[in-house]
């Protein structure tokens, strides 16, 4: 059965792989220690497609999505709730002026927090990830487990600003979480969504796990985010895409590495040349990393009057 774009519900998409669940399960257990077999509820293959119109890619079936037994394996890695990034960087200059300010998925709190000490803002973030909330809640930033649907109800057209940073990729029904994100902006106000930009240099990595369910159910790009402006009230008044982060080099190279042919000499000598020039390069010089695309994505959308 052909499934519909989880945007438009359109049945207009394109194939694009099959994933044979066994590997994924024997693949998370090897280099993240994590059992997925209740995640993808035996389901033999996972399929990903892209939807024609929309260009927006997305795997099925949705039961295949983590559970939140997934995000608190993965909260034990240091790396995976970054209390910095870059799209924080650029969103505190676009939540200028702005006074009311909520962050759906806000992991253990950290921009939240950052906004009140630095913006002296009414900010908060609601996060569904319990053991996240209970950090943040020790430490004084205001989070909660609120509902998104439930608080777009209750608080229609109430904040200056609402942001979202790497977590438009991991749920299932973008459209409807996209409507309660708008439900959630004062007309005038803005919304900033931060994401994986699925052309980046990472799209040739051979075994991006993370990329994948269950951890991530679609892969955004800027046509995208450019045409959702035609079903929600919206439009872009800034778009910016990273460029390549200090602590993505290493990775960065694996994979330009792993594209070379298969020749011995060709391999031998770029492999020098990348362990010897290239990434010390790459790593102290940050003019040179802004000539490379790198991993996330930013929007930042005004809400019609």
Partial sequence: ???????TNSQDVTLL????????????KNIFEIDITEEVREHENIYF??????????????????????????????????????????AIQDLDNCHKILEVGCGEGAFVERLC????????????????VAY?????????????????????NYFDAVCTFQVLEHVVEPRNFLSSLVKLVKPGGKLIIAVPNSKSFAKYSENNLLDEPPHHMTQWCRDTFNHIT???PIQVVNF????????????????????????????????????????????NISPLRKLIIGHTIYV???KNP
């Fill in 49 to 90: 497609y892209k939807c024609n119109e929309t260009q927006l890619k997305f795997f099925a079936p949705t039961e295949t999505v983590g559970s939140a037994k997934l995000y608190e394996h993965l909260q034990k890695f240091e790396w995976y709730y970054m209390p910095q990034k870059w799209e924080h960087d650029v």
């Fill in 230 to 232: 035609s079903i929600y």
């Fill in 300 to 302: 930042c959308y005004q």
């Fill in 240 to 283: 910016r895409f990273e460029p390549l982060a200090e602590y993505h080099v290493d990775w960065y190279i694996s994979i330009q590495l792993s594209r070379l042919p298969k020749i011995r000499l060709v391999k031998s000598l770029c492999f020098r040349f990348a362990r010897h020039i290239l990434k010390p390069a790459l790593k």
């Fill in 117 to 132: 000490k630095e913006l002296k803002v009414d900010a908060q973030g609601i996060e569904l990830n319990s053991s996240a």
């Fill in 17 to 28: 792989k099959t994933i044979p669940t066994e590997k994924l399960i024997e693949d998370w």
């Fill in 136 to 156: 943040a809640r020790k430490k004084g930033i205001p989070v909660s487990q609120d509902d998104l649907y439930d608080l777009s109800n209750q608080k229609a």
């Fill in 1 to 7: 059965m052909i499934p519909q774009s989880p945007l």
